[in-house]
């Protein structure tokens, strides 16, 4: 608050700072003590006033129209226009929660309609009106991410919700909305919430209709797999690659690395013979439905494709290390791969070797030491094994001087 209220004091001139407001999430935040990466007002200047202060009015389905502005530190600066300063405790009535419908103005003093100071203490989600849901539905999926991030719904929130078909309305919503609030959520401190209310509330089958059918998927043979369905086991995963990582791709392929067991034939449970490759296949299309990133596409791909091999990582042949490990850092997963495969597992042994096999993978062929006239004189399709086996070597040179150093530590002689 000390920071960001002086520098708008700079920008709007004094005969407007008492028409300029902070609301929603700045000013939640704030109260928090957290930075902001945006700033949100409400202000009931003109177009031309805000205009020339280098607003730009952007096309908005909002009632009232939004203006936008870049500033060196405050980031982007959002303007929603009201008409006077009468329509300022209106305009947060209208909004989410009571947590987000509090405004201040530029000399710090606060205007809290519905006690959302209150709801902050307690860190309480309560919707600001009982039309809050039904004016937009996707209002749920934040209520979902505010409690991937420990905030509690109130029992009166949690009621809008819970026996209400939704279905209709929500299909009505645009899926990149819905993902938005997802990768969000898998940013927080407790990504799984988000997933569990979601089977909870039986609510967002119209995006996500893979976690549905989860739970009544066997997640494997029990011996391997005590904790039953695939969503539990998918849950667990997850929670155990957030305890290691914040990155929202990672926990993202944590959650969804068994997509293909959703190809298996019932018949054939609790065995899911070759759901890395269904996987491998399934992932394009899902990512591409969420509208999701290229990243998050190739990402899951091999995911879904190499965590089996990751399991057997101890089994494989230092050729298929290498080439593992080759397939990783192509698709971008040389970090991701092994925090999953770890996690797949409770207490599973971290894959012994790998930041090795990664470090050999991008040595060139000089750090390799190859002698570059033989490499040019051999037939072109006998460079590729030749190198191969030139990284096998050295993976091998590591491990004898990694045993050799750690039998130093141990007094070995």
């Known amino acids: 608050m000390t920071a960001t209220i002086p520098f708008l004091k700079d920008i709007f001139p004094p005969s407007h700072h008492g028409r300029v407001f902070l609301v929603g999430g700045t000013v939640r935040d704030m109260l928090r003590g957290r930075e902001s990466q945006d700033i949100d007002l409400v202000s009931a200047l003109s177009d031309k006033e805000l205009t020339a202060l280098g607003f730009r009015l952007v096309e908005t389905v909002s009632a009232s129209p939004i203006y936008f502005k870049h500033h060196t530190h405050l980031g982007k600066i959002e303007v929603t226009r009201i008409n006077s300063i009468d329509d300022l405790e209106g305009d947060l009535l209208r909004r989410d929660f009571t947590i987000n419908a509090i405004a201040m103005d530029l000399s710090g003093r606060r205007i809290d309609p519905l006690g959302g100071e209150d709801d902050l203490k307690e860190l309480i989600l309560r919707t600001c009106s009982d039309r809050s849901f039904t004016n937009d539905p996707l209002r749920i999926f934040r209520a979902f991410r505010f409690e991937a991030d420990g905030w509690t719904m109130a029992p009166g929130t949690a009621a809008l919700i819970r026996g209400v078909d939704w279905s209709e309305a929500l299909s009505a919503i645009p899926i990149e909305r819905f993902s938005s609030e997802m990768l969000k959520a898998l940013a927080r401190g407790l990504p799984e919430r988000f997933f569990q209310r979601m089977i909870e509330f039986n609510v967002g089958t119209e995006f996500l209709p893979e976690l549905f059918r989860m739970p009544e998927i066997q997640a494997g043979p029990l011996q391997h797999h005590p904790e039953g369905d695939l969503f539990t086991h998918s849950i667990q995963v997850l929670q155990r690659v957030a305890a290691l990582s914040d990155d929202p791709l990672s926990r993202f392929c944590a959650l969804f690395h068994d997509l293909g067991k959703l190809a298996t034939e019932p018949a054939l449970y609790p065995q899911h013979h070759g759901h890395d490759e269904a996987g491998f296949g399934l992932a394009t299309a899902f990512c591409n439905r969420l509208r999701l990133p290229s990243t998050y ?6 995911v879904s494709r190499l965590h089996g091999k990751g399991n057997r990582w101890d089994e494989l042949r230092d050729s298929s290390k290498i080439k593992m490990a080759e397939q990783a850092v192509k698709a971008g997963i040389a970090r991701i791969l092994p925090l999953g495969c770890t ?8 894959l012994a070797g790998w ?4 470090r050999i993978i991008r040595m060139s062929t000089l750090e ?10 051999m037939p072109t399709g006998s460079r590729p094994p030749f190198i191969l086996q030139k990284r096998v070597d050295m993976l091998r040179e590591f491990r004898t001087l990694k045993h050799r150093s750690d039998g130093e530590t141990f007094g070995e002689t």
């Open 368 to 377: 390799l030491g190859i002698d570059q006239q033989k490499l040019e004189a």
């Open 297 to 302: 596409r190739r990402a899951l791909a091999w």
């Open 343 to 350: 996690a797949d597992k409770p207490g599973g042994p971290p």
């Open 355 to 358: 930041d090795d096999a990664i």
